[in-house]
């Protein structure tokens, strides 16, 4: 397949052939972790600057690491003690970042649409979106996809649960894109103060009885709750939430015999999980974290080679 | 064919078939002799591993391995190698070649490893092939089988077991084919028709 693709700011585009490829290749990235000496030749003399504006531990190292696993050399700019913290525009950024002949960009910005913005003014660099705003945040779709499907098998047709605060997770809009696109059945659950209102235009159902969203359901996946949306008064309290909405033995019991329960991390233990469901059986949300680094090393592998 | 300027005519049909070099059968006479030939190098088998190269050496390998079991009772642990990930050239190639899978049975520490590919032609495949195993351990020695050695080199890279000598011009590409990718065991000579000279593998 001809790689199409030199940047990554949504799946929106990507057809379901490109995302299965893609899977298929980033299969034998992670045989690669496996090897004594980590390390192959193939982005010799490729310059990938992290670009983080928004704080960041897991996403950031995988992709340093997947970086550095396939040789690039891997800048990390941050944004406290950078530019950016001494007013510094993004535009002034972008052309610098042009100048330093970075060949990839991996940004993470609180503000939707920055990642899109860069990919439009950098002529030369890839862009990657490691997340903007509430908006999206596609390579963490990339490391669901390619974990469940690992542990499942074929997607088409399974059934997945989404179940937390879908309305400020970027991580949710963007599972949403790559699921369905792979065939999967997706219901969200939550509150419903913490639901967008456009469940219907997102192709998904929405139930407000977890335990309704995982009956039978292949895939539990539960979002980050952060603890000021209590004091937003969005949710009632972190107990009553835990207890209707948050990932138990007695929730879990009610899915499919091979399901999986996943989570994009970092856990708030107590709280949309309790540890005897983090540490389980069903959980993979450690696999979640080893697939991070393979998929962003296909992801630099196919979109920064050639000439292009 | 001369003179075709067609876009469409240039890249949907770049080579065209010029010579059958080996059979069905030839293809089987010269695996067996090669099979024989690491037996009496090795003196034996014993800590001889096959690696085959992706993709066609892959099967190459399985079938050396298999007459091996039948000739000498003993099942060669074999496994497969992917370079790509090693090619010198991956930053001028207009698209970036598909990645395969790596699998290697166990430590290759102390062992006889023979490296089985289809063509040897520049030894840049070779060369990476080198580095992907200096990265996986290191072998007491690496030997070299080839179905077909067409010339050519670019580095100081020599076979210890080859098929066939083909001799041939820069401008043709050896074809080997294998029924399990192509449906058919043949070797041919293609010659360029159009297109450009970016996808020849090395």
Sequence with gaps: ?308 | MEGDGEVTAQTEQKWAEKASVLGKEDMERVLRRIAVEIVERNKGLERVILLGIQRRGVYLAARLREMLKEAEKVKVPSGELDITLYRDDISVLSDQPVVHSTSVPGDITGKKVVLVDDVLFTGRTVRAALDAITDLGRPERVQLAVLVDRGHRELPIAADYVGKTVPTSRSENVEVRVKELDGEDRVVICERTGGTESGVEA
């Excluded at chain 1, 960041?56 to 990390?76: C, H, M, Q, Y």
């Excluded at chain 1, 530019?83 to 939707?112: F, I, N, P, Q, Y």
């Excluded at chain 1, 098998?153 to 649960?161: I, R, T």
């Excluded at chain 1, 107590?270 to 696999?287: F, N």
């Design chain 1, 1 to 308: 397949m001809e790689w199409r693709h030199k940047n990554l700011i949504t799946l929106e585009g990507w057809t379901r052939e490109e995302l299965g490829f893609f899977l298929d290749q980033t299969e034998y990235m992670e045989e690669l972790l496996n090897r004594p000496i980590k390390k192959v030749p193939a982005l010799r003399g490729k310059i990938v600057m992290n670009c983080f504006f928004e704080n960041s531990t897991r996403t950031r190292a995988s992709f340093e690491i997947a970086g550095k696993v396939l040789s690039a050399d891997v800048i990390n700019w941050s944004s406290s003690g950078s530019s950016a913290s001494k007013g510094e525009t993004l535009r002034d950024t972008v052309w610098t970042l042009e100048a330093m002949a970075a060949d990839a960009v991996v940004v993470r910005h609180g503000e939707v649409g920055v990642p899109d913005y860069l990919a439009k003014k950098l002529t030369k660099a890839s862009v990657f979106n490691a997340g903007d705003g509430t908006n999206g945040h596609p390579t963490q779709a990339l490391l669901d996809l390619y974990t469940a499907r690992q542990k499942l098998g074929n997607l088409e047709g399974a059934k997945m649960a989404i179940i937390g605060d879908v309305l400020h997770s970027r991580v949710a809009r963007s599972d949403i894109q790559a699921f369905r696109k792979m065939g999967v059945h997706v219901t969200l659950s939550g509150p419903a103060t913490l639901m967008p209102e456009n469940t219907a235009s997102l192709g998904v159902g929405y139930v407000s009885d977890a335990r309704e969203a995982a009956e039978g359901a292949d895939i539990l996946y539960f979002l980050r709750m952060q603890r000021e949306r209590q004091e937003d008064g969005l949710i009632p309290s972190i107990d009553e939430y835990h207890r209707r909405w948050g990932a138990t033995d007695s929730l879990v019991s009610l899915a499919s015999p091979r399901a999986v329960v996943m989570h994009p991390g970092p856990m708030n233990r107590g709280m949309e999980i309790a540890s005897s469901v983090a540490d389980g059986p069903r959980s993979v949300i450690l696999d979640q974290v080893r697939s991070g680094v393979a998929v962003r090393m296909a992801l630099l592998y196919l979109c920064l080679g050639g000439v292009r």
